[in-house]
Antibody, heavy 119, light 109 residues
Framework: QVQLVQSGAEVKKPGASVKVSCKAS????????IHWVRQAPGQGLEYMGM????????NYAQKFQGRVTMTSDTSTNTVYMELSSLRSEDTAVYYC????????????WGQGTLVTVSS | EIVLTQSPGSLSLSPGERATLSCRAS???????LVWYQQKPGQSPRLLIY???SRATGIPDRFSGSGSGTDFTLTISRLEPEDFAVYYC???????????FGQGTKLEI
């Protein structure tokens, strides 16, 4: 069965970086895209960007360009999202989600990782 | 960037009633790229409808999607207790193409 298992909660200080992982199983890793979406406490869903696992290509939402880096390790079927220069507004649950290429929808989601930014 | 505006922001209904949720886009969206998700408290979003009107695997037929252009609708024909949740629409498009979400509609008893 398809699973996306994310790393555990993180607490970071303002200005630091955080790296969240998303380990995929139950399907052929490189034939899908992985996207990252975040949700601040009590708020809606915010799109961050994606990585194409067949070639490592990335596409980031303009808001996060320069601060986010998405990478993958095909030997462990794991995707990473690193967000730098953290501020309090980055406190959120971060989700990874899978898309079959060119379908434009996310059919499986990770369980979410809470990142808290606090001094 | 295409902005999606969902209405109402919240909706209070009873089990057995019909729910109609709206998603309006700031410019035309290809119907193939309009999606609906359900999110319950403490859970990840769950895919409900893709391509504006196709139900995802395992989604009951009381959920239906419709619409085109800038106006899309999610209808739940007869509410069950487990349907009370927040619903989000999402699209892919615009220039440059990007994924965006609506702000959500909270469906409550």
């Amino acid at each position: 069965q398809v699973q996306l298992v994310q790393s555990g909660a993180e607490v970071k200080k303002p200005g630091a970086s955080v790296k969240v992982s998303c380990k995929a199983s139950g399907y052929t890793f490189t034939t899908y895209y992985i996207h990252w979406v975040r949700q601040a406490p009590g708020q809606g869903l915010e799109y961050m960007g994606m990585i194409n696992l067949s070639d490592g290509g990335t596409n980031y939402a303009q808001k996060f360009q320069g601060r986010v880096t998405m990478t993958s390790d095909t030997s462990t079927n794991t995707v990473y999202m690193e967000l730098s220069s953290l501020r309090s507004e980055d406190t959120a649950v971060y989700y990874c989600a899978r898309e079959a290429p060119a379908t434009c929808y996310f059919d499986f989601w990770g369980q979410g990782t809470l990142v808290t930014v606090s001094s | 960037e295409i902005v999606l505006t969902q209405s109402p922001g919240s909706l209070s209904l009873s089990p057995g009633e019909r729910a109609t949720l709206s998603c309006r886009a700031s410019q035309s969206v290809d119907s193939k790229n309009l999606v609906w998700y359900q999110q319950k408290p403490g859970q990840s979003p769950r895919l409900l409808i893709y391509g504006a009107s196709s139900r995802a695997t395992g989604i009951p037929d009381r959920f239906s999607g419709s619409g085109s252009g800038t106006d899309f609708t999610l209808t739940i024909s007869r509410l069950e207790p487990e349907d009370f949740a927040v619903y989000y629409c999402q699209q892919f498009g615009g220039s440059p193409p990007m994924y965006t979400f609506g702000q959500g509609t909270k469906l409550e008893i």
